[in-house]
T-cell receptor, first 115, second 111 residues
Framework: DVKVTQSSRYLVKRTGEKVFLECVQD?????MFWYRQDPGLGLRLIYFSYDVKMKEKGDIPEGYSVSREKKERFSLILESASTNQTSMYLCASSPPEGTGTDTQYFGPGTRLTVL | AQRVTQPEKLLSVFKGAPVELKCNYSYSGSPELFWYVQYSRQRLQLLLRHISRESIKGFTADLNKGETSFHLKKPFAQEEDSAMYYCALRPLYNQGGKLIFGQGTELSVKP
């Protein structure tokens, strides 16, 4: 059973702080993703990675960066947190396309509040 | 532009009634379509994908290329179907397998 874990379920930070959100998957998946989930806006892709040290911008990368030093771990970094980054953050992973089980598997989410 | 639209933010039905959650997409080509579901306090999970042509928990979805739609249907809604539903599109040949999600529809099934 695929397991995607996120370091925190709830996080409260202050404006201007540097914030790290960690995601770990245990299925040796090549692809990993970070989304933010907001009511009425659905899931919006922030960044994704299809291999170690590889990263691609998603639809809303501004104000975020990512790091993937190991295959199983994908970190989302808010360099200087702002109140408009208050949201639910979801991490996901998936195997390569065409493997038959190439859906995305999601973590439980981190609800970040920036004060 | 590649886009997924779910026109209803909230859909409320009574138990036993039919339910249809609408999904329309914009994509020049043959995409792969999915429905994901998020039950209260649970993680987002795959419900079904169009290439499987299967019924999961009584739900079905048919890809209509002419109308560019992938509506999710169930003939008799149950209270446990109450959840947030997201339609998603995966363009072909995109590195990393990224998905484009709709805005989501909250389904509320009343007793």
């Amino acid at each position: 059973d695929v397991k995607v874990t996120q370091s925190s379920r709830y996080l409260v930070k202050r404006t201007g702080e540097k914030v790290f959100l960690e995601c770990v998957q245990d299925m040796d998946h090549e692809n990993m993703f970070w989304y933010r989930q907001d009511p009425g806006l659905g899931l919006r892709l922030i960044y994704f990675s299809y291999d170690v040290k590889m990263k691609e911008k998603g639809d809303i990368p501004e104000g975020y960066s990512v790091s993937r030093e190991k295959k199983e771990r994908f970190s989302l970094i808010l360099e200087s947190a702002s109140t408009n980054q208050t949201s639910m953050y979801l991490c996901a992973s998936s195997p390569p396309e065409g493997t038959g089980t190439d859906t995305q598997y999601f973590g439980p989410g981190t609800r970040l509040t920036v004060l | 532009a590649q886009r997924v639209t779910q026109p209803e933010k909230l859909l409320s039905v009574f138990k036993g009634a039919p339910v249809e959650l609408k999904c329309n997409y914009s994509y020049s080509g043959s995409p792969e379509l999915f429905w994901y579901v998020q039950y209260s306090r649970q993680r987002l999970q795959l419900l079904l994908r169009h290439i499987s042509r299967e019924s999961i928990k009584g739900f079905t979805a048919d890809l209509n290329k002419g109308e560019t739609s992938f509506h999710l249907k169930k003939p008799f809604a149950q209270e446990e179907d109450s959840a947030m539903y997201y339609c998603a599109l995966r363009p072909l040949y995109n590195q990393g397998g990224k998905l484009i999600f709709g805005q989501g529809t909250e389904l509320s099934v009343k007793p």
